[in-house]
């Protein structure tokens, strides 16, 4: 069945780096946009931007521009995330979610189980 | 990019209707047609409920209808079951290859 299998939980220190990763299967994963979306304690959910595995191509939300890198590896289907100078207010579960038609920008119609990262000094 | 704009809770009793506003502009729902909404319960991923404003997935029961007009959109969940208890977000396409999400609507069985 198609599936997003996201990497354990992190723990970083105020300005580190994490990289989050998100494993496809059940479908050709070049064929849908992967978009990444968290969602910190107890808030609403916070769209990042997405990546287009067949491309490589990029688009990131303005307020994580120059701190978020989206990445991907085709020959094990697996997209990943960066984001660097991390923050306290960086702490939250971060999704990565499949775009719903082929090669278009539409909805998010599967998600990762969603993966902790807590920034704490 | 402003969050779209939800209620914060909303409520009904099991077997009535109860219907979450969307509101955006008319650069996001007001101008696509690609309003989504998503279920949340609590400790788990979010799950897609409604695409294309109108269009369930496969799976997703005929008690969930989505619908717009002009800047809000909205979802109604008919004969509510306790199963519906959860957080509701909308989401929208809001131009220049960029997406926004609702501030997300408590949805309680009483």
């Not at chain 1, 990029?58 to 020959?75: C, E, L, P």
């Not at chain 1, 100078?85 to 909805?107: E, F, G, K, W």
């Not at chain 2, 788990?44 to 269009?55: D, G, N, Q």
Request: net charge positive.
């Amino acid at each position: 069945q198609v599936q997003l299998v996201q990497s354990g939980a992190e723990v970083k220190k105020p300005g580190a780096s994490v990289k989050v990763s998100c494993k496809a299967s059940g479908y050709t994963f070049t064929a849908h946009y992967i978009h990444w979306v968290r969602q910190a304690p107890g808030q609403g959910l916070e769209w990042m931007g997405w990546i287009n595995p067949n491309s490589g191509g990029t688009n990131y939300a303005q307020k994580f521009q120059g701190r978020v890198t989206m990445s991907r590896d085709t020959s094990i289907s697996t997209a990943y995330m960066d984001l660097s100078r991390l923050r306290s207010d960086d702490t939250a579960v971060y999704y990565c979610a499949r775009d719903l038609r082929p090669y278009q920008l539409n909805s998010l119609d599967v998600w990762g189980q969603g993966t902790t990262v807590t920034v704490s000094s | 990019q402003s969050a779209l704009t939800q209620p914060p809770s909303a409520s009904g009793s099991p077997g009535q209707s109860v219907t979450i506003s969307c509101a955006g502009t008319s650069s996001d729902v007001g101008y696509y047609n690609y309003v989504s909404w998503y279920q949340q319960h609590p400790g788990k991923a979010p799950k897609l409920m409604i695409y294309e404003v109108t269009k369930r997935p496969s799976g997703v029961p005929d008690r969930f209808s989505g619908s717009k007009s002009g800047n809000t959109a909205s979802l109604t969940v008919s004969g509510l079951q306790a199963e519906d208890e959860a957080d509701y977000y909308c989401s929208s396409y809001a131009g220049s290859n960029n997406f926004v999400f609702g501030t997300g609507t408590k949805v309680t069985v009483l």
